[in-house]
């Protein structure tokens, strides 16, 4: 099992940041890659991905927040970071903190999420 918790959300105004971090704890060997998700407020709004980093340090980004957003972790140990700049109203969302093995994400292991509010 693998426990997640993030913490660092919170209100911003537009332009401003925000770090998001999650630690990871638990059997951790089977682990691949972490991301993080948003799910911004909406019924129809679905949960996607913002940024992941795999086990070898390679990161990816959503197109909407590239030149904004750092996705950063020390080792496979260490908790996963999420520098968020230049901060914008669309960027308010829970955001999930997500652990993937090789089920992929939607069988793997998710924190319980942290509220980031942007405004305007």
């Known amino acids: 099992q693998v426990h997640l918790l993030e913490s660092g959300g919170g209100l911003a105004q537009a332009g401003g940041s925000l770090r998001l971090s999650c630690t990871v704890s638990?059997?951790?060997?089977?682990?691949?890659?972490m991301g993080w998700f948003r799910q911004a407020p909406g019924p129809d709004k679905k949960r996607v991905l913002v940024?992941?980093?795999?086990?070898?340090?390679?990161?990816n980004y959503a197109d909407s927040v590239k030149g904004r957003f750092t996705i950063a972790r020390d080792n496979v140990k260490s908790p996963v970071y999420l520098q968020m700049n230049s901060l914008k109203p669309d960027d308010t969302a829970v955001y999930y903190c997500?652990?993937?093995?090789?089920?992929?994400?939607?069988?793997?292991?998710w924190g319980q999420g942290t509220q980031v509010t942007v405004s305007s």
């Open positions: 997500a652990a993937r093995d090789w089920r992929g994400y939607d069988d793997g292991y």
């Open positions: 638990g059997s951790i060997g089977s682990i691949n890659a």
């Open positions: 940024s992941s980093i795999t086990s070898s340090g390679l990161t």
